[in-house]
């Protein structure tokens, strides 16, 4: 019972000073040169609790060789990951999370990491226009994540996290084809070009929210290289964009490119009707 008593009066001395220390600017420079490392690890948790997050991680970055195989060793380097995630430094945060559940695959924050892992990932991607291997990337964790928890409470999160990234690669998918379509007949037939990968996003993602757009890329692809054609190829090309066009009329029957879509169909059949 004494000796309870006495680390119960310990651990409020300690958490006392802690706050005192916390309160002083001056202090912190002493905190991280401490070579008490109770004292030290009871800081970076105050920090963490009041929202300092630089000074957290700080402190507990250059703790985790001494706190590595003890009992704080698993919280430390969660409270790390979150440190730079709540930083939105999340590079930093999905490599510490990943790192967190590749050492404790059954651990307490296990979940949580596997999520963060992912969602930092995702909120790190860059634009569209630029290279997507990190969008990749971060749907497969997230992806993973789901396979290892499929009850968490995080799940819907995840799967709308990815459904966003998705559309981010849909993006990217959607600008080269309408570059393509813009280049034309710019050193060779980008027409088919644009054609290739507007259906190939069109697969790959059928419930895009740009399948209009793409889809629209396709049939003004279709009726460009039937006008450019030669004319052994004009009446079977313009047959293509015809059938092109009743494929877009099906799926958008009231598309907001109407005018236009009709407009194609007009100039196309008239072309192999007379």
């Known amino acids: 019972m004494r000796i309870i008593l006495n680390e119960m009066k310990r651990n409020i001395i300690l958490t006392i000073l802690i706050a005192g220390a916390l309160s002083s600017c001056g202090e912190y420079n002493k905190i991280l040169k401490s070579t008490d490392y109770e004292y030290k690890y009871e800081a970076a948790k105050n920090y963490f609790a009041n929202g300092k997050y630089s000074k957290s991680a700080t402190l507990l970055e250059d703790m985790l060789i001494q706190l590595k195989g003890t009992d704080k060793a698993e919280e430390s380097l969660y409270m790390l990951a979150m440190s730079y995630y709540n930083q939105e430094d999340y590079s930093t945060s999905s490599h510490y999370f990943t790192t967190y559940y590749n050492t404790y695959p059954k651990g307490q924050f296990t979940e949580l990491a596997r999520f963060h892992a992912g969602k930092s990932l995702g909120l790190d991607t860059p634009e569209p226009r630029l290279d997507q291997s990190g969008t990749y990337k971060a749907i497969q964790e997230l992806q993973m994540f789901m396979e290892y928890f499929p009850q968490s409470s995080k799940k819907q999160e995840a799967q709308d996290m990815i ?112």
């Open 163 to 274: 459904f966003a990234l998705q559309d981010k690669l849909v993006q990217k998918e959607y600008l080269a084809a309408k570059l393509y379509f813009d280049l034309g007949n710019y050193m060779g037939n980008n027409y088919q070009s644009c054609v290739i990968t507007a259906q190939n996003a069109l697969k790959d993602y059928p419930y895009a929210k740009l399948r209009e757009d793409l889809s629209i890329l396709v049939l003004r692809s279709k009726y460009q290289m039937a006008v450019q054609s030669i004319q052994e190829k004009k009446v079977e090309r313009f047959r293509d964009a015809v059938d092109e066009y009743y494929a877009f009329k099906n799926e958008f029957p009231d598309s907001k490119y109407s005018k236009e879509v009709e407009k194609i169909f007009k100039e196309s059949s008239k072309e192999f009707k007379d």
